[in-house]
């Protein structure tokens, strides 16, 4: 038996509560990852797991264990990676999760680069506006904006972006330029089902709040975004958002005089789980492509 990959397997098994979910981020089959846990209980004798229909919990000694592969999986990363070098490839499988439309955007259009100085690894990416659970869909790393809900998860924060009022300039022919935010409550707002309605904006120390009225709501960023682009109306929206647009003047940013607080781009890893050298080299990685120079990225 090969100690280390039974390690591997199980420490995916806890992790996922399943032998499908263990299965489906190792890339192999279920039958195998089952098999495997089997021959480890044989061989430690020992009761690793309890298996019942709400799932796959560890015993106490199945927890013990896990603790202790959990680690040892991470070192023997950590010293291949260290024999090899700074400068040799990443190999294995990387689970990423993002935004669809922040990774169509800035992650996608980088992935051929990061592939091609790590020609030993797969990428899998899972595109999702909603927050997922990280340990059960299997994520190695997963690319969040905004405030962070949970304090007690392992997060690291990779840049920062304005946020601003966006339209388009046929809209802002239609329906007109809004001068200063008291204006907004005239427009056709472009907003989330899920955020508020008052907007505040803040200029030399005061801060005005606009209750904001829109006949569209959207459940994700890419229906804001299309919105606009349709010159439905107006959105607030961070200047990642708009790159593309902004750079070809197709959007334009309004109300610059008065400021909105920034949002923040963040690497989370699973909670519990040490971050492999995987899941950190592309935090750095992705950290290098949002800092490199644009004037709308700033970390």
């Not at 499908?20 to 009761?47: C, D, F, H, I, Y």
């Not at 994700?220 to 606009?228: H, P, Q």
Request: net charge neutral; hydrophobic share 50%; charged share 25%.
């Amino acid at each position: 038996m090969d100690r280390l990959l039974a390690m591997t397997t199980f420490v995916r098994v806890v992790e996922a509560s399943s032998f499908s979910g263990a299965a489906r981020v190792l890339g192999v089959g279920q039958p195998a990852v089952s098999k495997t846990v089997a021959q480890l209980e044989q061989r430690l004798n020992v009761k690793l797991l309890l298996r019942s229909t709400h799932g796959l919990t560890p015993t106490e000694a199945g927890l013990r264990f896990y603790e202790r592969a959990r680690v040892a999986i991470q070192e023997a990363d950590e010293a291949e990676l260290a024999a090899q070098g700074e400068g040799a490839g990443l190999s294995g499988r990387l689970r990423i999760s993002a935004a669809p439309t922040f990774a169509r955007l800035h992650v996608i259009p980088h992935l051929p680069r990061f592939l091609a100085e790590h020609p030993g690894l797969e990428v899998d990416v899972v595109l999702d506006d909603r927050t997922i659970d990280l340990i059960a869909e299997g994520i190695d790393i997963s690319l969040r904006m905004g405030t962070l809900a949970d304090s007690g998860i392992v997060a690291r924060k990779l840049a920062s972006s304005r946020r601003s009022v966006f339209a388009t300039a046929a809209y802002l022919k239609r329906a007109g330029r809004p001068r200063v935010p008291a204006d907004l409550a005239d427009h056709e707002t472009l907003v989330f089902p899920q955020l508020s309605n008052a907007w505040s904006f803040s200029r030399d120390g005061a801060e005005v709040s606009v209750l904001v009225r829109g006949r569209a709501r959207f459940s994700a960023a890419e229906g804001i975004r299309a919105a606009v682009l349709a010159d439905m109306g107006l959105a607030i929206a961070s200047d990642w958002m708009f790159a593309p647009e902004l750079a070809d003047g197709r959007v334009l940013r309004l109300l610059e005089k008065w400021s909105l607080p920034d949002i923040d781009l963040w690497a989370v890893f699973p909670t519990g789980r040490l971050a492999t050298a995987k899941a950190r080299l592309f935090a750095e990685f992705v950290e290098e492509v949002m800092c490199a120079g644009d004037r709308i990225y700033r970390g």
